[in-house]
């Protein structure tokens, strides 16, 4: 199968830009951002990347932003290395100062961090390297030196759950998510509230694994969750995802005729889904509920290195700017039910449905609809 390429969303994110909503802090945020310590000299910029523990190849989400900070290298000419872009690789928790540490005293003027568990010690350390630009992925830090980079992941998720409920043939899809989070809790609102909105009555099941590098506790939880019925199940797990799909992968191989598909996360994972049956290629990914990290650094990187760089902000993307969207990679999804997503996109970003991103959002908007 040929894969659907996003060729015009990039170039025209890239061509004009993100719409950029500063969501601001808890007491509002600043309007402006503050352009404190390095930037502007196009010549010199440097820029690099902490992962978290679900490492640069998670397939996912930090392999996401590494393309993003790759591709920002070579289209500014930019070499792997110090003075050009880089990432150091975050194998516990432990790791995360001494990473942030190691990059500023490489003397790269952008840092990112990825993932909310890098916010402590990002805020430890932008207090010590005031001169240093420091990006937060999905988390808030309030300092001039910080820009906080957050997603509405909620209403790509919501589009995944329309597309489970309008495609399971058992009325029985799940959820594995990583660790219990602000931001996994986003894309489990988002996804029970589409299913139900298409039809309430279906099952969701829910797995928590407690973790985003432990590909075994996904394939142990996409294995009970295939076995009680589901046919569809949605992970937002980092690498634990990968044992997603090891598990529909493998049912597939048993019986190539197995109902079974996955919905990938953060980045398109079609690829992921690849699997070999008696010479016959097939594929267990259904669609993939992208969140483009790659994208918003690459936008902020170019406004730091333009000498606007929105320190002291929150940046949030969303469908409206494209920041993120649902994949159609693979041809997988009917007809009936891309024409169901679109309307239902148009909704969302016409502000008529407003997907819910919290707990307490999510059950009020179920409890409207009549799930129990």
């Given at each position: 199968?040929?894969?659907?390429?996003?060729?015009?969303?990039?170039?025209?994110?890239?061509?004009?830009?993100?719409?950029?909503?500063?969501?601001?802090?808890?007491?509002?945020?600043?309007?402006?951002?503050?352009?404190?310590?390095?930037?502007?000299?196009?010549?010199?910029?440097?820029?690099?990347?902490?992962?978290?523990?679900?490492?640069?190849?998670?397939?996912?989400?930090n392999q996401s932003a590494w393309t993003g900070i790759k591709e920002f290298g070579k289209e500014n000419g930019m070499e792997k290395g110090d003075g050009?872009?880089?990432?150091?690789?975050?194998?516990?928790?432990?790791?995360?100062?001494?990473?942030?540490?190691?990059?500023?005293?490489?003397?790269?003027?952008?840092?990112?961090?990825?993932?909310?568990?890098?916010?402590?010690?990002?805020?430890?350390?932008?207090?010590?390297?005031?001169?240093?630009?420091?990006?937060?992925?999905?988390?808030?830090?309030?300092?001039?030196?910080?820009?906080?980079?957050?997603?509405?992941?909620?209403?790509?998720?919501?589009?995944?759950?329309?597309?489970?409920?309008?495609?399971?043939?058992?009325?029985?899809?799940?959820?594995?998510?990583?660790?219990?989070?602000?931001?996994?809790?986003?894309?489990?609102?988002?996804?029970?509230?589409?299913?139900?909105?298409?039809?309430?009555?279906?099952?969701?099941?829910?797995?928590?694994?407690?973790?985003?590098?432990?590909?075994?506790?996904?394939?142990?939880?996409?294995?009970?969750?295939?076995?009680?019925?589901?046919?569809?199940?949605?992970?937002?797990?980092?690498?634990?995802?990968?044992?997603?799909?090891?598990?529909?992968?493998?049912?597939?191989?048993?019986?190539?005729?197995?109902?079974?598909?996955?919905i990938g996360v953060d980045s398109d994972q079609y690829d992921e889904g690849t699997v070999k049956v008696d010479g016959k290629d097939y594929n267990v990914?259904?669609?993939?509920?992208?969140?483009?990290?790659?994208?918003?650094?690459?936008?902020?990187?170019?406004?730091?290195?333009?000498?606007?760089?929105?320190?002291?902000?929150?940046?949030?993307?969303?469908?409206?700017?494209?920041?993120?969207?649902?994949?159609?990679?693979?041809?997988?999804?009917?007809?009936?039910?891309?024409?169901?997503?679109?309307?239902?996109?148009?909704?969302?970003?016409?502000?008529?449905?407003?997907?819910?991103?919290?707990?307490?959002?999510?059950?009020?908007?179920?409890?409207?609809?009549?799930v129990k």
């Amino acid at each position: 199968m040929k894969k659907k390429r996003l060729s015009i969303l990039f170039a025209l994110l890239l061509t004009t830009g993100l719409v950029l909503g500063a969501c601001g802090s808890k007491d509002g945020g600043k309007e402006k951002g503050t352009d404190s310590g390095k930037g502007g000299d196009k010549e010199s910029f440097s820029v690099a990347m902490v992962t978290d523990v679900g490492g640069v190849d998670d397939k996912s989400f930090n392999q996401s932003a590494w393309t993003g900070i790759k591709e920002f290298g070579k289209e500014n000419g930019m070499e792997k290395g110090d003075g050009g872009f880089d990432y150091l690789q975050s194998k516990s928790d432990a790791d995360y100062v001494s990473n942030l540490n190691a990059l500023a005293r490489r003397n790269f003027d952008l840092i990112f961090g990825i993932g909310y568990k890098l916010a402590e010690p990002i805020e430890e350390i932008a207090d010590q390297r005031k001169n240093v630009h420091f990006g937060l992925v999905d988390s808030v830090v309030e300092k001039d030196n910080v820009v906080s980079i957050m997603f509405k992941e909620q209403e790509s998720s919501f589009l995944a759950g329309v597309a489970a409920a309008l495609e399971t043939k058992t009325k029985n899809v799940g959820f594995v998510g990583g660790m219990e989070s602000d931001v996994i809790k986003r894309f489990e609102a988002g996804f029970r509230a589409g299913v139900a909105s298409v039809d309430p009555s279906i099952k969701v099941q829910i797995n928590y694994t407690g973790a985003f590098d432990k590909a075994d506790l996904g394939k142990s939880a996409a294995n009970q969750m295939y076995s009680n019925g589901a046919d569809i199940i949605f992970h937002a797990s980092g690498a634990t995802g990968n044992g997603v799909f090891a598990e529909a992968k493998e049912r597939k191989q048993k019986d190539p005729n197995a109902n079974v598909w996955v919905i990938g996360v953060d980045s398109d994972q079609y690829d992921e889904g690849t699997v070999k049956v008696d010479g016959k290629d097939y594929n267990v990914t259904l669609t993939s509920a992208l969140k483009r990290v790659d994208l918003a650094v690459k936008d902020i990187a170019t406004k730091s290195m333009n000498g606007e760089f929105p320190g002291g902000t929150t940046v949030t993307y969303g469908l409206a700017d494209g920041g993120v969207e649902l994949a159609h990679t693979g041809n997988h999804l009917s007809e009936a039910t891309l024409t169901a997503v679109n309307e239902w996109k148009e909704k969302i970003i016409n502000g008529e449905v407003t997907p819910p991103g919290t707990q307490d959002e999510m059950k009020k908007f179920l409890k409207d609809l009549g799930v129990k």
